[in-house]
């Protein structure tokens, strides 16, 4: 069995599945260290100021979990002997409620309630539901991975997003998708389907350079040792990197309920962005510089009767300089010449962020 005693706990930032790849950059661009990508997340190297970092800075992961054990364990006493030698103390308070989060998979120990019972039983009951410390045990194999959650809510939840459409597409994956494409920043963009606006608004902090987390409060500033000086400082850098200007940025939607709860969202998200009430299909080319034409249109089994294809090929033979990129799902062919850049899930459904042709070299 190995000596848990020199464990080097390590960070987990959950990712949507298919883009593990955006996060890491991100993380790497945070100077993290030791980045190893895996299906569904990314892990990398512990310190009080990377972890606090993460939860402020990305925003593409769902979560970060600070792994605080890796142990092989084949019967409960095992069990019990880990999870009574862990330093609890640094995360849990005892008028704290917490939520302890197990899974199993071809191991001794199969029977995640049993497991979960015990773990319980070594920590204490804590009743609740409201402000919880997440615990996430995971056994493969026999090896028990323990967690706790530094984020609390989802990181997905920056606190504008108030009123919502129907399905909308969620401010983490829209803000990967925007980083997949490589947008600039200072070109001008367009969400001809904005719904509640959330393409539009994750384009305008990240081209402002504003970290999504300084408008919540994370998990881990609750722990009872948690240098809450050194998060206050980290804070105040990240306020400072924000710039007030912004490139031109349109959000579009036929419906006008829709197009008012984008406004709102924008209006507490502190940017101020351009809205027209008009259907797609009568998308005007802008006059002035080149730029993205970026859209999550109806798919799935949420919405149907959409023609997506057809549509974002009229599209492209309009804006034919710009860049025209959307999320395609279905059986159904994709737009003309369109190819995928990366897929991945979205709300359970494989979908594929299409981009349209490069537009060729002027000689």
């Given at each position: 069995?190995?000596?848990?005693?020199?464990?080097?706990?390590?960070?987990?930032?959950?990712?949507?599945?298919?883009?593990?790849?955006?996060?890491?950059?991100?993380?790497?661009?945070?100077?993290?260290?030791?980045?190893?990508?895996?299906?569904?997340?990314?892990?990398?190297?512990?310190?009080?100021?990377?972890?606090?970092?993460?939860?402020?800075?990305?925003?593409?992961?769902?979560?970060?979990?600070?792994?605080?054990?890796?142990?092989?364990?084949?019967?409960?006493?095992?069990?019990?002997?880990?999870?009574?030698?862990?330093?609890?103390?640094?995360?849990?308070?005892?008028?704290?409620?917490?939520?302890?989060?197990?899974?199993?998979?071809?191991?001794?120990?199969?029977?995640?309630d049993a497991v979960k019972e015990r773990i319980e039983g070594v920590l204490g009951a804590r009743s609740g539901t409201e402000?919880?410390?997440?615990?996430?045990?995971?056994?493969?194999?026999?090896?028990?991975?323990?967690?706790?959650?530094?984020?609390?809510?989802?990181?997905?939840?920056?606190?504008?997003?108030?009123?919502?459409?129907?399905?909308?597409?969620?401010?983490?994956?829209?803000?990967?998708?925007?980083?997949?494409?490589?947008?600039?920043?200072?070109?001008?963009?367009?969400?001809?389907?904005?719904?509640?606006?959330?393409?539009?608004?994750?384009?305008?902090?990240?081209?402002?350079?504003?970290?999504?987390?300084?408008?919540?409060?994370?998990?881990?500033?609750?722990w009872p040792l948690t240098e809450m000086k050194l998060v206050r400082r980290i804070r105040a850098e990240a306020e400072e990197?924000?710039?007030?200007?912004?490139?031109?940025?349109?959000?579009?939607?036929?419906?006008?309920?829709?197009?008012?709860?984008?406004?709102?969202?924008?209006?507490?998200?502190?940017?101020?962005?351009?809205?027209?009430?008009?259907?797609?299909?009568?998308?005007?080319?802008?006059?002035?510089?080149?730029?993205?034409?970026?859209?999550?249109?109806?798919?799935?089994?949420?919405?149907?009767?959409?023609?997506?294809?057809?549509?974002f090929q009229q599209l492209h033979s309009r804006f034919e300089d710009w860049r025209v990129v959307y999320l395609h799902a279905?059986?159904?062919?994709?737009?003309?010449?369109?190819?995928?850049?990366?897929?991945?899930?979205?709300?359970?459904?494989?979908?594929?962020?299409?981009?349209?042709?490069?537009?060729?070299?002027?000689?």
């Open positions: 069995m190995n000596n848990q005693s020199q464990f080097e706990p390590y960070l987990y930032a959950v990712s949507p599945p298919g883009l593990e790849q955006v996060t890491a950059k991100e993380l790497k661009a945070l100077g993290a260290r030791r980045i190893k990508v895996q299906q569904g997340g990314v892990t990398f190297g512990y310190s009080h100021a990377m972890l606090a970092r993460a939860n402020i800075w990305l925003r593409s992961a769902s979560r970060v979990l600070k792994i605080i054990a890796e142990q092989e364990v084949r019967t409960f006493p095992q069990l019990i002997h880990l999870t009574e030698s862990l330093d609890w103390k640094a995360y849990l308070s005892s008028d704290r409620p917490i939520n302890v989060q197990v899974s199993t998979q071809k191991s001794r120990l199969y029977h995640s402000d919880e410390q997440g615990i996430w045990v995971r056994i493969v194999r026999d090896k028990m991975t323990v967690s706790v959650d530094t984020s609390g809510e989802l990181l997905h939840r920056r606190g504008y997003r108030q009123a919502v459409t129907k399905a909308p597409i969620r401010e983490n994956v829209a803000a990967a998708l925007l980083m997949a494409c490589r947008w600039d920043m200072d070109s001008p963009l367009i969400d001809p389907m904005c719904g509640s606006g959330t393409f539009a608004i994750e384009a305008a902090w990240i081209a402002q350079g504003r970290a999504p987390g300084l408008l919540r409060t994370f998990a881990f500033e609750k990197e924000a710039v007030a200007e912004l490139p031109t940025i349109i959000g579009c939607d036929i419906d006008g309920d829709a197009l008012s709860a984008a406004e709102q969202n924008a209006e507490r998200a502190g940017v101020e962005l351009q809205w027209a009430q008009l259907d797609a299909r009568d998308l005007p080319r802008p006059e002035g510089p080149t730029g993205l034409v970026i859209a999550n249109p109806p798919y799935g089994k949420r919405l149907r009767g959409t023609r997506a294809p057809v549509l279905g059986r159904s062919a994709p737009a003309g010449g369109f190819k995928p850049l990366l897929s991945f899930k979205n709300g359970g459904i494989n979908v594929s962020l299409m981009t349209s042709p490069r537009p060729p070299r002027k000689r």
